[in-house]
């Protein structure tokens, strides 16, 4: 870590932070340019606040040289974290899963045709939202418990692991079925969620908030390894931009990005981050060869019908063309590494 | 509603969708142009969900043209919302409040000294952090029951009301003392907490998200006035841009624009905001000058040993001459008007 | 085109408005809604300047039902433009381009050099800065005229067409020999220099701005389009958002997206897009999967001596690389489609 | 300066790196962490080139410690700039300055009835659109040649000081008689048009880029001022965010920012950030309060006519009623500081 002092600092607070920092067992190297003083501190930073430093009046800037999070950090974990969601369902480190299923449990018959018919089509997991984060108070809130129900029914006949969003602590006795627990961009610094997720033996689908940097989203992940539960996946779903021509702006790059820092699986939801059927595939396919670990996909029953599904939903035949091409990218992206 | 049809529509998902809006008691007018239909829908169209409509292959293009929230809108609620938040303590309407006090609470003497001191000075609501949200889980959380305990502690007494944040819903029960329960940027779309602070007879201050649309922050506040609690304070505290010379980005014309199309009281927050002491000051007279109806502003006690306070915060000296300065605004604001 | 009027318009208003719009040979439909009148207008509204009509007090908001674009319209040219930029280099309907070398021209060596080794990679386009827009006056601006005099000496002795970036219309006379001219991302909506590329017969390579959303994109090419000159090239090259841990965000769902909505050739820029030369691999390969007519990859030298390129150089051996899983990628991306 | 080297860099490049610093006269600090090494830059590093250094593959990252402006920064030149603009017309240093006028200049009437209306009012200079960048190549383009001609008549005519935008180094022979020349936000980075700005005598308006960082926006300034032009306005006009209920985001916080960072003159345009004439009077009456020198201001003459004037714009009137209100918060914001 990096203190840049002010010029002139008042001796007295100079000699307050360096007590301070000496009691953490820091050491500290000055160096006196021609206007300003820098310290670097060496020793175990991770356990000093920069908040704390940045508040004192003597201190212009403060720089981290070493990340802020360390179960998350590659650094301490070179290889690859493979999470075994179910017997033989396993992603990362190689291992590539795509979870797919419709926006919202709507009916017993739509959330098991949707199953059966994404399972034929090579999906690994099966999604459907059971509790609804709606911007309104007054759109569907989502089945709820009945939703989370018909998951565990769908599970039962296709022997998919199911993954569905959690909204809050209290509902988290009804996820005991449920496979792996997805925790919404939404509530990606919902921390008391996220520390009682630490508390659990079970896979935790971590969406990045809407407008959130990538070291965040790790803090989050963090969150969660603090307390023991290693099991994190990272999901990009696209970011708030200006641009108005597609609901957010999927950010491809976090992808290698991510996986240089973190040992972490990182999958892509390209339906959710585009709003678009219609970029879903090349999305797909982008993500893909971008070396992701898993994609999300929304896929819905019947288009002619259907008023309950997004704009950005797949017929279960356009999915099964999307997988065709994931899977003839598949290779050639692992190969390209 | 205006509902944009792509050339040459499916006559069957057309059918559909006129029949389905028919039984909400909707009118339709078309306008054929040359090259695409327009239908605009007439009746109370705030129960239709515009995500519905546009998730149909027929559907190109769907707009409001009336506002989806209701409660919070000041077209059915001409006048100003006052809310009265202790006996002589009210907020909107012409009446102008600051709410003045440190970032956490850490001690009880730290916590009375600052009460005394920014009562003096005219603040007239109390704040401190007891539960804090913080990006890494290894930074200090607050005190928690204890924070709020010795917020009481001031409360009793200096006589001010105290304003503090909630972080879940499962410790709501230890808020019975607190006098505006504060829902923080992060939990602004934490529907589920949302929702039961709709339950409670009592102010509820609503944080701008940092990505969040003004429309949003008017949603959120309509999911607790849907519940029954219409004692909501909105607060603008800078949103999330490109510009990293300050901490966020503060958004003053978010305070005229949202007095025109709500009746709720507006706050603004210039330290979080800027994340900078030298700037809280002219964002304070700004925001005053804007037309807030107040503000909210870290102040701490001792900035030689404090190695606990934001870079935001003010010294009880600098607060004092930032109130004397908004107290020359607020007349010329009010007359300007 | 649809308007929505305010509540109780002035009457003298809308008549003027009328009457203004019935010269245009402009038809118009009214429904009349509970609270709101819209008027859809009905004829070649693309010659109807939208903020002219949003500006009348009466008018609460209009809406664009058709694009304001003509010639870089999909819908009036539905095949892919090809662009031959020398005899047998192509780019556009399936023809797919790699234009590779330096930020800048530093010398005659390091630019003939690199040119060799990216032609033998399999680069069918030359690219080098003679003229650098950089953000310091204080920095190294390019060898200018001297710069493009260099890369004529590549293209003389490698055959490869040459690229490079336009600053000032004064400099036009000096890009003779020059095979497309490059409109840096701060120059998209530099219009005269626009209009005056567009009196010219040689393709374009347009880089989308930084905070420019892609419709405002489409418009600039429409000025050279407007002008004569329909060789425009597109180029995505990400945008800035608040990410801080790479340069820009690259958005690659505007490579499907343009292409459903222009006849344009679009290329994509991992280099600058990131700044970070470890992405420029998986950028590529997924820029290429979501159906990217062409890349530009910046390659330099000698690393260990230089001190002139930029964080996202590859080296010559490294782009080797990225052009193996590029083009591995290729035929499935294409066959995916 | 501070560089952070990557662990175990290798000699070779480090020991080049030494040395080239040591040929420009920097001394060089080491700190050795326990992972990584830090070197302390001590100097004149403004002439260091940081993109140089980061692009080295021993580096992992750069920090300035210092700004990389020196004509336009505070610390240089402590007190404020005065920029005298006609015989009595000063604005910087206490000196509060109202730049008033259409967005067009459309015909002799318009723009010389409207100037003797803002004059009335106490706007100190005028102002009006010759040269109009618009997005489209289809929409009006302005007066250009005439439209200053035109300008200068209602100059004669009031006496008022005239201000208009150049678009392109070609037609500064036109701006002879023009008092102050505005560079627009899309040409704030058209470095060739700030080289030929810094070679003249006259005031220039620069006005902040869409997206452009306050750093971005000073390096512009310095550009002009390297070139020996040192009379440079900056205007804040809104930057570009997610949020769609208005046009822009108004930066409010940049004011007291930059009037830290730089001595020269700061303005605040919140006809065009807004995009909205409801929200004008109080972010001017705001943007007074936070200490700027100056406000420009669109004002129109006839709404019931114009069709060719913004949403944005004032009647004469409502300008009438803006100066007061801002002349009421004048002395009070100056008592303030």
């Known amino acids: 870590m990096i203190v840049i002092l002010k010029s002139n600092p008042e001796q007295k607070q100079l000699d307050n ?141 296709t022997g998919l692991p199911i993954v569905t969003e959690v909204m809050d602590i209290s509902h988290l006795p009804l996820f005991e079925n449920v496979d792996v627990i997805q925790v919404g961009a939404r509530n990606m610094q919902n921390f008391e969620l996220l520390k009682e997720l630490g508390k659990l033996d079970k896979p935790i689908l971590l969406k990045r908030g809407l407008s959130s940097t990538l070291q965040e989203l790790l803090m989050s992940a963090e969150y969660i390894m603090a307390g023991g539960n290693e099991k994190v996946i990272l999901c990009e779903r696209g970011i708030r931009t200006f641009e108005t021509a597609m609901r957010n702006t999927l950010d491809l790059a976090s992808v290698p990005l991510l996986k240089e820092k973190t040992h972490l699986p990182v999958i892509v939801d390209p339906s959710h981050a585009t709003g678009n059927a219609s970029l879903v595939k090349p999305m797909a396919m982008a993500a893909t060869a971008a070396g992701a670990d898993g994609l999300m996909i929304e896929v819905h029953n019947n288009p002619a019908k259907a008023l309950c599904d997004g704009p950005q939903s797949l017929t279960p035949e356009a999915f099964d063309d999307v997988m065709k091409a994931v899977n003839a990218i598949r290779p050639v992206a692992f190969n390209g590494r």
Chains 1, 2, 3, 4 share one sequence.
Not at 46 to 69: G, H, M
Request: glycine content about 10%.
């Open 17 to 157: 932070l360096i007590s301070w920092l000496k009691g953490m067992n820091i050491d500290i190297h000055f160096t006196e340019g021609s206007t300003k003083t820098i310290m670097g501190l060496i020793g175990d930073t991770a356990s000093v606040d920069i908040d704390l430093i940045q508040a004192l009046d003597i201190v212009e800037d403060v720089k981290r040289v070493q990340e802020p999070y360390k179960n998350a950090n590659r650094k301490f974990h070179p290889d690859d974290t493979v999470i075994e969601i179910a017997p033989g369902v396993k992603i990362g480190g190689g291992n590539f899963q795509v979870i797919a299923g419709p926006c919202s449990v709507e009916s017993e018959e739509q959330i098991c045709t949707v199953a059966e018919s994404v399972k034929a089509s090579g999906a690994g997991l099966y999604r459907g939202g059971a509790f609804k984060p709606r911007t309104s108070p007054y759109a569907f809130q989502g089945m709820r418990n009945e939703g989370i129900r018909l998951l565990s029914e769908a599970k039962a006949r």
